[in-house]
């Protein structure tokens, strides 16, 4: 039988090897060694959704909302048919009931002027609505597509995010209303987004804005089709957006990110199978092996992102596209493009335009206000990143 005093001996010297060990796989420096180079700084990740199963806090206010529409009896998105589901209630009926509730008004906020007008498209005529702020302009102008999942929504539905954005960022808004799939399947929907931004910046002194200060916005789908008219114009070396707005941007296929699983059952409005259905009436049954920047903005290369325009990327607490739209601002940076990027926690999908009853709806109108303004604010450029000049950026990678 071993020794007790040598058996503690051997003890603590293998554990003072096994400290050694650990301390050069850490990079300690040895005696006599030179120092080792400093690791380069690396960017803070962006904080992960709980684990699948964990208790999600619910902001108060958007409970409310949660359970207004859940009063209305909506159905899964994924079960209707495309017809059914642009009938049934949404989010702009349970901010009007509750708001009767609360014995609130239910009148859309003021905007000195709205004026609904048409445009030309590709295959006619676009109907869009023009929000004119209060002063004399010319203003900076906001392109700006309503979300939907490329199926539902329309002018009406995202009225309110649009009255915001034209008080808050002190710019003429132009909402366009693009075709929908499926009766309109890709790229019907950017070729619409794309021919309007080219005209209204062509034409900007038509709507009493100035051509030289031009961005692109929109939310869910719509952010969609902003980021991507901007890589269309950007490998077409045409003119450039001053700026991108991208609200909750649904810009990747891939429904397995942790914020999907946490936030994908359907409980806060937006289930998973709801994306995929929206995706598959927007790119047909392979949906799930488009690559396609242009289709699915996630998938662009650094090459075909560097040179962008800036962007300011919102993104939603309890959404399932929360993840997804982090990865894309991410993205956007890595290729060097200036990227500011604002999560709301407690908040769902689609909340932008829900400020009558929601009060981080407020901070993030306000917030995107400013930052458009200070986009707006920049010295105008003839091309390139800060600037939606007269003269087109050089053609960019395929």
């Given at each position: 039988?071993p020794n007790?005093?040598s058996?503690?001996?051997w003890?603590v ?6 400290l050694?060990?650990?301390a ?7 005696p ?5 180079p400093?690791?380069?700084?690396q960017a803070?990740p962006?904080p992960a ?5 964990a208790q999600a806090q619910?902001?108060p206010?958007?409970?409310?909302v949660?359970?207004?529409?859940k009063?209305l ?6 079960t209707?048919?495309p017809?059914?589901a642009r009938?049934?209630p949404?989010l ?6 509750l708001?009767?509730?609360?014995g ?6 003021k ?14 005529n676009?109907?869009?609505r023009?929000y004119t702020p209060e002063g004399?302009?010319p ?8 979300g ?15 009255r915001?954005l ?7 808004v132009?909402?366009v209303?693009?075709?929908q799939a499926?009766?309109?399947q890709?790229?019907a929907?950017?070729?619409?987004a794309?021919?309007?931004?080219r005209?209204i910046?062509k ?9 030289k200060?031009v961005?692109?916005g929109?939310?869910s ?21 001053v700026y991108q707005?991208?609200?909750y941007p ?8 942790p914020?999907?699983q946490?936030f ?5 409005l ?7 259905w ?5 790119l047909?049954?392979n ?6 920047p242009?289709?699915?903005?996630l998938q ?6 560097r ?15 929360h993840?997804?739209g982090?990865?894309y601002a991410?993205?956007?940076?890595d ?7 604002r999560?709301y926690?407690g908040v769902i999908?689609d909340?932008f335009?829900l400020?009558p009853?929601l009060?981080k709806?407020?901070?993030?109108q306000?917030?995107a206000g400013q930052?458009?303004?200070?986009a707006?604010?920049q ?5 390139g990143?800060?600037?939606?000049g ?6 960019g990678?395929?």
């Open positions: 039988m007790p005093r058996l503690r001996r003890i010297i293998l554990g003072l090897a096994g050694a060990g650990t050069l796989a850490q990079g300690t420096p040895q006599g060694a030179p120092p080792a400093a690791s380069p700084p803070t962006p959704p709980p684990a699948p199963g619910v902001d206010q958007t409970q409310q949660l359970d207004a529409l009063a009896n909506p159905q899964p998105i994924h209707l048919k017809a059914q009938q049934q949404g702009k009926d349970a901010v009007s009931s708001l009767q509730k609360q609130k008004p239910t009148e859309p906020e905007v000195a002027k709205v004026e609904d007008r048409t445009i030309p498209g590709p295959q006619g676009l109907p869009v023009v004399s302009g203003f900076p102008v906001l392109v700006y597509f309503h939907g999942g490329f199926v539902l929504g329309n002018l009406d539905t995202f009225d309110a995010s649009a915001a034209a008080n808050q960022g002190k710019a003429v132009v909402s209303q693009y075709r499926p009766e309109h890709f790229p929907a950017l070729d619409d794309a021919a309007a931004f005209y910046q034409n900007a002194a038509q709507f009493n804005g100035d051509p200060r961005a692109v929109g939310e789908a719509g952010a969609n089709l902003a980021t991507a008219v901007a890589l269309r114009q950007k490998k077409n070396g045409s003119v450039l957006p707005l991208l609200i649904f810009v990747s296929n891939d429904l397995s990110t914020s999907n946490q994908g059952g359907g409980q806060y937006l289930s998973n199978d709801d994306l995929g929206f995706w598959q009436q927007y047909g049954n949906w799930r092996d488009n690559r396609n242009e289709a699915v903005p662009a290369r650094p090459e075909q992102l040179g962008l325009p800036p962007a300011f990327v919102i993104t939603a607490g309890l959404d399932p596209l993840d997804a982090q990865q991410s993205k956007l940076q290729a060097g493009v200036p990227v500011d990027v999560n926690d999908h909340f335009g400020a009853v009060d709806a407020k901070q993030a306000t917030d930052a458009l303004q200070r707006f604010s010295p105008k450029q003839g091309q990143i800060g600037g939606s007269s003269q087109p950026v050089p053609p990678p395929p």
